[in-house]
C-alpha cells in the first residue's frame, strides 16, 4: 500500500472551528518512550525556532530508569519570552503507543495530534486535528543501520512539525549542524529524513489547524545552553585543575562537560594536560580527592546530587574547620532519601549551609540562570580560597539539564584570587608565623602550601581541636576563639560576592 493510499484511507479530522491564526505562542509536548533517541530530535526543533528569532526553551520530564518507560519533552514557543511550562500544550508528538490516549485526553480542544499512520489507536477526540505519518517507510528509505533506527525514526515528526509549523528547513540543517558539531554523515542521514517528512507531509496532509511560527529578532545575540555546561565552562575559566567526581542524576553533565572542555581550552604549549579528571569509585572518594588537591594548592572541585551530598557531609565538615578550599557543585533534585532522582526540588540549601555535625557554616552560593551558572563557576574558586573553605554551588535539575535562551557569557576580566598564600620568601621576611591567626581581622589566617621550601611553613593540618599555631588543643578559649573566628568569614564573604539575583 502506498503512503498516499494509507493517508486517503486515515479518517479525516472532525471539522475545527475558524479562528485567528495562533503565532509564536504555544506550547508541543512530545511524548516518546525514554532511550528512543528523541533528545536529538527535541533539540533540533528548539534551536530550529530560536534560529528563527522566536523566544524558545525546551523541558525534559524522563523516568528514573535506561529505558522503555514513558518520556515527555515540552517545548514552549513564547513571542514575549516566557519559560515556565504551561498547564497545557496545544501540539502533542504522539510517539509513544503505551501513552498515547492519556496524552491525547490532555490536549486542549482545537489542539492537534501527530502520530505514527501505523497506529490504529482509537482517537477518541472529535475536537482535535490528526495528522499520521508513514514513519516506518521513512525510517526504511533512510538506509540507517538496524542499530539507530529509533532514533532516526524521531526525525519524521520533526519533518511533520517543520512543514506544519512553517519552520524553513534550512534553519533545521543549522540547528542539526550544532548539534552534531558538524559531522557530515549523521547530518545528512537525519536531515534525509526530516525532507522526506517534510515533502510528504506537504503532498499528504491538509493543515486545519491555526498553529504556526514566523520570524522575529528577539534572539539576536543571545545564546542557548545548559546550566551544567555554563557551570562546567565558569569552572574551566575559574582555573579548575582537579575534578573528581562519582556520576549521580542530574549532576553527571557538570564533568561530563569538563571532560569535554577542558582538553580543548587547557592543554600546555606541549600538548601536555594541565588539569586532572578523575571518576572516583563512590563519593565519599571524590570529595576526598577534591579537598586533598586544595589542601596542596590547586583549584579543586566535585559535583553531585543530593543523595551523594549526603555521602560528603564528614570531609565538608573536615574541610571547613581545616580550612582547605574547594567547590561542591550540587544539582539538586527530589528527595529524600534517593527520592525521585529526574524530577527537580530545591530541598538542599538548609543540609549545604549546615553540612557537618557541629557549628558548621558554609558559604552557599545559589544561581538562578545559566549565566549566573558560568560567573558562579568561576566566583566559587576564588571564595574558596580567599576564604580557605569549602563553597557550595546549589543548582538544580531544571536549570542544569535544560536549554535555555540567554545572554552570551562575560569573559571575566579580574585575575584568579589565590588568597593568603605565603611563599618562601614570606616566611623569611616575616621570620614566624601562625597559620590560624587572625592577622587582618577578617577570619582569615595566611596559609602555605606543601613543597615550599622553608622549613618553617610546614604545619598540621587539623580536623580536631587547635590553637593559632595548629598546636592541637581542648582548650575552651582556643575553641570559643575558633569558632568566632571562623564565623567572621561570613562577614567577609558577603563583602565578596556581588548581590545579584541569584544570591
Not at 535506561?66 to 501540539?91: F, N
Not at 480542544?109 to 521513512?138: M, N, Q
Not at 526525525?155 to 534553519?171: F, P, Q, R, S, T
Not at 616575616?430 to 621550601?453: H, M, N, Q
Request: charged share 20%.
Amino acid at each position: 500500500m502506498s503512503s498516499t493510499t494509507a493517508v486517503l484511507d486515515h479518517p479525516a479530522p472532525a471539522a475545527a472551528p475558524a479562528r485567528p491564526d495562533v503565532v509564536n505562542d504555544f506550547s508541543i509536548v512530545v511524548a516518546t518512550p525514554n532511550g528512543s533517541g528523541s533528545q536529538t530530535a527535541n533539540i533540533s526543533i528548539i534551536r530550529s525556532i530560536f534560529r528563527m528569532g522566536i523566544p524558545v526553551n525546551g523541558k525534559n520530564l524522563f523516568p528514573s530508569n535506561i529505558q522503555g518507560l514513558p518520556t515527555w519533552y515540552t517545548i514552549r514557543i513564547s513571542k514575549d519570552g516566557y519559560i515556565a511550562r504551561r498547564e497545557g500544550t496545544e501540539i502533542l508528538v504522539a510517539f509513544n503507543e503505551k501513552t498515547a490516549e492519556q496524552d491525547l485526553a490532555s490536549l486542549p480542544a482545537g489542539g492537534i495530534c501527530i502520530h505514527p499512520l501505523e497506529w490504529k489507536f482509537a482517537r477518541s477526540r472529535t475536537d482535535v486535528t490528526y495528522y499520521g505519518v508513514p514513519v516506518k517507510e521513512f525510517v526504511k528509505a533512510s538506509g540507517a543501520e538496524d542499530k539507530i533506527k529509533n532514533y532516526i525514526a524521531n526525525m519524521v515528526y520533526v519533518g511533520a512539525l517543520a512543514y506544519l509549523l512553517g519552520i524553513d528547513l534550512e534553519d533545521v540543517k543549522g540547528a542539526l549542524h550544532t548539534q552534531f558539531g558538524g559531522k557530515t554523515k549523521p547530518i545528512n542521514l537525519n536531515l534525509t529524513v526530516v525532507k522526506m517528512a517534510y515533502d510528504w507531509s506537504g503532498a499528504n496532509l491538509t493543515k486545519t489547524d491555526p498553529f504556526r511560527v514566523e520570524p522575529m529578532d528577539k534572539t539576536q545575540g543571545k545564546i542557548m545552553i545548559e546550566g551544567n555546561i555554563a557551570a562546567a565552562l565558569g569552572s574551566v575559566f575559574g582555573g579548575v585543575q582537579v575534578v573528581a567526581w562519582y556520576p549521580i542524576t542530574p549532576a553527571t553533565s557538570v564533568a561530563e562537560a569538563l571532560n569535554e572542555y577542558l582538553p580543548q581550552l587547557r592543554m600546555d604549549e606541549n600538548g601536555k594536560p594541565t588539569f586532572a579528571v578523575l571518576q572516583s569509585e563512590d563519593e565519599i572518594a571524590a570529595i576526598g580527592t577534591a579537598i586533598g588537591a586544595g589542601w596542596a594548592g590547586a583549584r579543586s572541585m566535585t559535583s553531585t546530587s543530593g543523595p551523594g551530598l549526603s555521602l560528603m557531609t564528614e570531609y565538608a565538615g573536615m574541610g571547613f574547620f581545616a580550612e582547605v578550599p574547594v567547590v561542591i557543585w550540587d544539582v539538586q533534585r527530589m528527595g529524600p532519601s534517593t527520592g525521585l532522582p529526574t524530577r527537580v526540588a530545591q530541598g538542599d540549601v538548609l543540609m549545604a549551609y549546615t553540612m557537618g555535625h557541629g557549628d558548621t557554616r558554609h558559604v552557599v552560593l545559589l544561581p538562578s540562570s545559566v549565566s549566573e551558572c558560568f560567573d558562579f563557576g568561576i566566583q566559587a574558586f576564588d571564595l574558596a580560597e580567599r576564604l580557605q573553605t569549602p563553597v557550595f554551588v546549589l543548582s538544580d535539575l531544571d536549570i542544569g539539564m535544560n536549554l535555555w535562551m540567554s545572554d552570551p557569557f562575560n569573559y571575566p576580566e579580574k585575575p584568579l584570587d589565590r588568597g593568603k598564600v605565603l611563599t618562601a620568601e614570606d616566611i623569611q621576611r616575616l621570620g614566624s608565623w601562625a597559620r590560624f591567626e587572625d592577622v587582618d581581622g577578617d577570619g582569615i589566617g595566611y596559609r602555605t602550601l606543601p613543597g615550599t621550601k622553608d622549613y618553617r611553613a610546614a604545619y598540621f593540618t587539623r580536623g580536631t581541636g587547635h590553637n593559632a599555631k595548629a598546636v592541637y588543643s581542648e582548650r575552651p578559649d582556643d575553641w570559643e576563639q575558633n569558632l568566632a573566628r571562623l564565623y567572621k568569614k561570613h562577614d567577609t564573604a558577603r563583602t565578596l560576592v556581588p548581590q545579584t539575583g541569584g544570591g
